[in-house]
């Protein structure tokens, strides 16, 4: 690997970028970077110049040599790159309002990455993450894709099975909280645990062990959730605790995004109470970001602010930057990503995407083989994934009735005519975004089918 | 096998005793009955007195020298049995009646063999089936067990699985209807289709050739399910069709069950007004039983009469008699049953339970190999199947921890507070019934935990 | 299915014909045949005319009316047909000569189906019974390919996975021997036992069940094999006993072709024995088949003549003809067949061919699923199906290194110099019918290889 | 973990000792070791009390504060040990040298780990590893079980899947020989190299990646070996070549000991060589042995002799000693180790032992997912497990016919009576050590069967 690393960043207006740029700042010494190329499209274009000059002015103030490039022109800055790193949002946070509220209207769940939302944000993201792997194998074929964009795991898993792209590695930041936040609760240090993951991105769970004894410690810090506080969950997602006698029979800590699955009624509750009063998450996350570029646009300011944290990603930059620097140096780091199973998992098959504990080097992630799941969370996973195969083929194919198998078998959406007309909804609010399903669109809109949200269909009629 | 055939029917004053021995008389000539024994427990021996007698009145009436013994003592029944048929129901119908009411109390659905109740049957009766089987061993070790006994295919898998008992078979009516309803609407005879199911009990799917071609209707059969009447939807399901373009995608036909998981909204809704309205489906069952048995007591009646057909179990008795005159012959007659996979839907486990096309004869079923089903099927069936072995480990183990997780992963049921609250009422329903839980059940009752719904808490009260 | 069918047999100058054509004459009444088309190439044009008229006059002297055509334009006889039965030999008797001579001159296994011999027939029919396929695709569509052509198994395979064509039975005549042949060892009948084949092409195994009772009787079997004289054995096969001891631990019978891997020892004795003395088994073959010839030859003779037994091929026309008929009437009939797995022996993958218990109807072979086998047996099967997809790998592709894989892995030969050597010749020696090896063969003669087996030099020699 | 580790070795007369030794103090900084326990049998007592002198002598030249104890009382020294290495051989080298002469006495391979004589010697070794597993579930429950008596693999496999003791892992040091010969063919370091091994014990395969760009560099390697001195063979094994074109094909690197496999005439042609000439390598090694005893004797020898690399297992000391102070450090070091596949190899069974890459740490073995393997290696990988777990069950159960079916399947052994017969002489010359075969041993012996190799039976009847 040459020595002068380029970097593009796709999706390169987006708020994070600068959490993105302190991580590789903090990580100069280890990869030196020689410059970095922040890519974003002609309606982020606005973004763009307020986040790159602050990406600019963060790298100035490091004191090193590090030019940030901006462009809306993704070839020319795919050319020979040595990474790249995708946190593109297709649509825009106008797009996640629409997958949040629409499902609402009808009462059921509308999430960013789970449910009818979820699905909806990989069939508008999946044609564009292809076109980008089509253009690396013609301009940076040696290159590493560092894949953030969401529903995370399955957008690797599209790259890898239907891009043909195995130099991928889809993150979360979800475990990088669990390990920040659970060794205190026994009293240990991260170094004094082993932690193994395994599952799906947003859908894992993982078992403690002491890393001195080999003992499994994962029942001592279950039993410690339930008398301490628990600082773990995901700013995104509302806290309930989960039923401490399914987590001692199940041996394994569910991730963050389990409560939409083991407490639903909650859940669903709380996000339709926030509907009817405050407007989603997406619509807060917009507040916050506007907050933020106000923020960007301070000349002086040239480090990342603290209001970032809030905006819920936190710990990405970690996972991202660590994730390309223990390639660039063979470092064998252990981090949670989405990779190519290969046995792995062994409830699932082997040529799937799956979350697990790897250990990243040189050649990308070895993943730690981890063994078969306990019965429930077997049969958990194996819905997941082949939900998630079904929203691919669908996603490829713009296959309608594929899409209502991918609607009926996801846990999140309540199958009959509510899911069905969600389904219809969000097809016609997305139109724009994709092309796969145009045909079953022009049918539905012949229909007359109409959005019943009124804040989604607004968006629609304006546009955006 | 010897000539002179011994049969015993366990939950033998079953209102379905009748149609039972309808079947026998109709095929008397292939298998030579000596003796019918029915067995069942001393709240069921008023009921086993009058469908006894009217057992023996329709051999009586066949010309045929058969002898219905009636007894409430199990093993002298069963010593030197040929053929143990289950069609008992721990608890009798306020069981289910308990099962149905309290899920609905909470707006969750309440039904025999799925969601919640569901589970609880299979709670109930796996410790009554798997001390038959050790009673089995000793006294009839030859014998075949014909299991009609709900939810069919998790006994059937308890049986194997946790009573080591082989020669077993798991039967259900659902797929005769189809069978017999499906190849007129294509102008066919059922000689001139090949059927092909497989799945799980009261969860599979089918597909149809034609036997002169080889050619795959199925499609065909769709089409027309969408233009014409289609009757072989039970009567115990409501009557809401499946979406037609997901029919197509899938290229297989579901069994009338899946309506409780691809049109959830519209049973779940359908169930509720019910509730509201008339009682739910047991209650409507026990008006008709108790109408059957002051028909059954007329001891003129020798013959079944046609209000059973109404009961809901039409063509049990076709499957029953059939798949016992199949073994007894070695007739290798093509009959859906639940029996260990062995590798015919591969992706299961080889040593679990499924219900699939099979040819029955003197060694029992030999499955047909149906080979791996599309995505979303694959991920419905391992979700199931997964679901059924929780609730097994917990019928078997008293698993409080379990139970919740079965609780969970089950499809039918919202997860959270409420879905807590059913199991634990459910827990105290069923008291009499569960010993296996015993600690647990005590525990919630110093809680003070009561029954919501009325009508259930009342039978307890009862002590029904 | 139309009423008329039209049969082809490709390779239809083959000895066997007249049994092909005794088993349609037996089997008229249940179907009728309107016209048989009898295809050969150039060389085989003589023996075509032979057996051809031989075949008329059978059915002349039938009583029915059925016309054989002969004809060497394959694509004239597949038009339009319903079935096709391919029993053609590549190369003919002559190149069985040097599949078994050529190894037998290192001192290693020379075999027609398994061995060096086996590879060989496979690298040489390969190509031709894709050719055929694709023909079929264009010229009858809709007609079953039932394939009796060596090695039997790996060609279904080939039709399968790389003609891509499902409508195909393989067919062997090994399985119909044993069901012929064991039940008078324990004093039944066929109808009295209940057989279960699985495994692969001449390396199945099988367990038999009393039909009365269900109960396993296969250690019954193998007790009377080793007290009474057992006939089963084909007559291509050298007569070695198995290990008793072997078997009861097994408790399954293996088949006739095992003895080349449980007496490996005695086989290749015997078998270097007769290449020394008398000559290889294909030689002596050319000689019943020439005697068979001036048989057919006689304008009087109108059946099937006893010598044909001798040849080896007994059952052949049963297994053959019952197929077919199974297929027509939809009949069910129970019959070991190579079709696709899909799960019948769970040990290998769903897609790949085994030879299996079926039941056969109009949709062709139902496998029963068998569930999986012991370890050893196991081993050897997963062993013997990755030789046989390496060797169809070098077959379709023509990778030297992958036929090196082929040789190394299968269990007759000894790697090292000489199994290399025993390539290159066979190489050399099949060059006319090695297409996809020819810039291979072209290396290895430049390099001066020879054939060191004088008989098969001097036939290369000939050009035959 | 406590800071004063006790270390015991079983087996702790061997030559190997100096050797572990050495790689203690080594790395006494990173591992603290308090005392060293080397036990032994009677039949080893004169060469413990050497080999644990020169032991003292080495730590005492080390200037560490070590105190070596020796015992012939196990369970003494087993209470309470942190580390337990196993290298004992059941027998010694007099029982390694009727394994290696009795079969080649036949004209088969004799050898210490492949065919029959590796099967013996798992038959000798299991009964005392399932001892020694009662004993540390008693006396040192947390301790870690280090294997390195041959078979390593079956050994380590036998301590999971019967000993039901999970903290052990299986070495060998094959594998460090290969990493520390390749590098340099391609003008690398190991550190510019990522190894990804997988497979069984003296089974396995690699592929190598360059750690900077993550390129396939296998082939490179491959080329690389044709064209340099390859001394990555292990010293007791003959260095025949593998084909090239195989090689190329397999695009996987082989072990050492597939030249046993995949050039197996010129193996035994080569040990028949040997056998005829100079005695097997048990007697070569016996000689080397004396020698190395007639220097540890000499009281000023307090460092590892250079004649001990001539012994043949160069590196073990690296790999168990690397091992060790991984698991105690929680290094995460990549070593090769035999341990539980949990999926890391798919091809093979979850719950069976494999050989494959693993990050050693606090936790034991965490193997990395390699994924499946190409259609030869599979083939070869599925026949090898299944061949050992026969091994293994003969081993446990004493069942002769299962023992014939392991000798039947292994490649190594031509099966027949002369297989039969050298299984059968096996029993009889180590009837010493076989208790579970004893009642078919004594059978054996009532026959009358004798042993045919003269030096193996003069051992026999010296008592040897």
Known sequence: MKKSVKIVTIGGGSSYTPELMEGFIKR?????????????????????????????????????????????????????????????????????????????????????????????????????????????????????????????????????????????????????????????????????????????????????????????????????????DDESVPANIFDVPYFKEQLETMKMIPCGYHRYYYREQEMLNHLIEEYNAIGTRAEQVKEVEERLFELYKDPHLDHKPEELAKRGGAHYSDAACETIVSIFNNKNTHIVVSTKNNGAVPDLPDDCVVEVSSHVGGCGALPIAFGPLPNAEKGWLQLMKNMELCVLEAAVNGDYGMALEAFTINPQIVSGENAKRILDELLIAHKKYLPQFKDKIEELEKEGITIKDNVARELCEQGL
Chains 1, 2, 3, 4 share one sequence.
């Open 28 to 228: 100069y010494e280890e990869m030196p970077i020689k410059e970095i190329w922040l890519v974003d499209i002609e309606e982020g274009k606005e973004k763009l110049e307020i986040v790159g000059k602050m990406a600019q002015r963060m790298w100035d103030a490091s004191g090193y040599d590090v030019k940030v490039h901006l462009t809306l022109n993704r070839r020319e800055a795919l050319k020979d790159a040595d990474f790249v790193t995708t946190q593109f949002r297709v649509g825009l946070l106008n797009a996640r309002i629409k997958d949040e509220r629409i499902p609402l209207s009808y009462g059921q769940l509308g999430q960013e990455t789970n449910g009818a939302g979820g699905i909806f944000k990989a069939f508008r993201t999946v044609p564009v993450i292809l076109s980008i792997v089509e253009d690396m194998k013609e301009l940076c074929p040696h290159a590493w894709l560092i894949n953030f964009t969401n529903p995370s795991g399955m957008i690797t898993e599209a790259i890898i099975r239907y891009g043909h792209w195995d130099r991928v590695i889809g993150l979360c930041n979800v475990p990088v909280g669990a390990m920040m936040k659970e060794p205190q609760l026994i009293n240990k240090s991260l170094d004094d645990l082993v932690y193994k993951f395994a599952g799906l991105n947003h859908f894992h769970w993982h078992k403690v062990f002491d890393s001195h004894t080999g003992e499994d410690v994962t029942l001592k810090i279950i039993d410690a959730l339930y008398t301490q």
